[in-house]
């Protein structure tokens, strides 16, 4: 369905978690499109899980259009060991934003989700009406029972008032102002960083979890973010839009492809009796090519970019 808003060079754009990763790509690409009047606040200005702050926030500034961004976010072992944490935070910052957005006027909302909503055996590639037909990833439900539940929260709005708030769920997402830490990152910042050290300390073997089997598929963040914009002056509908570049590889791959990159020239070994995670993960990405829109980086030139961005961001967190 065609937007029934586009925004304005000057409509005022309220960006939630525009210092995370993919808050700071679409603030980056709104920039670069020439939109001028894009508000932030960073945590410590307006945290979003406090409900009094969130509408005072939305009171005062009346944001037209809003890209909902924030989220706590980590790898399968952050999601395994804080599973409490991760449903109240993302669950209590996403519908006091999407709720405060609502009751003061706010023409369109874009929430951004991810694609752990899905079932863990979805049929592969998945498409967006696999949603909630069978049993989620256990490794991360708590983070998508969060997720679908705002997902979920934006269509309801639409149906009983009349709301054009839409969402799109990324794929696994990677670039600048990633998340490098050793324990709580995810799998393709985790490998930049431990193949740079590697090569760094002169170590003959850096050892992978897994067997490498699983397939994974990754979109570089700056396409993620040009791909929300596209959908905020494009689409308007309550079902979701995969964003994704609906090409896949292996962990095995990936590692290998990221030692290139790095210039890791030691031997990689294979720890089995760490887990995998979902076997198979690939979005079917028909929906936003059918609107018109279409990834531009390929992963070998994301991963050069990303390598570039950690070497120079200097992070060692």
Known sequence: MESRYDMEKDSKIYVAGHRGMVGSAIVRELQR???TNIITRTHAELDLTDQQAVRDFFAEERPEYVFLAAAKVGGIVANQSALADFMYENMMLEMNAIHAAWQNGCKKLEFLGSSCIYPRLAPQPMQE??????????TNEAYALAKISGLKYCEYLNRQYGTDYISVMPTNLYGPNDNYHPRNSHVLPALIRRFHEAKMEGRPEVVCWGDGSPLREFLYVDDLANLCVFLMNNYSGDETVNAGTGKEVTIKELAEMVARTVGYEGRILWDTSKPNGTPRKLLDVSKAEGLGWRYQTELEEGIRL??????QSGIRN
């Not at 009406?129 to 256990?138: F, G, I, Q």
């Not at 990303?306 to 070497?311: Q, V």
């Open 129 to 138: 009406s696999c949603l909630l037909t069978s049993a989620l990833e256990p």
């Open 33 to 35: 499109q020439g939109y």
């Open 306 to 311: 990303a390598y570039e961005d950690f070497i």
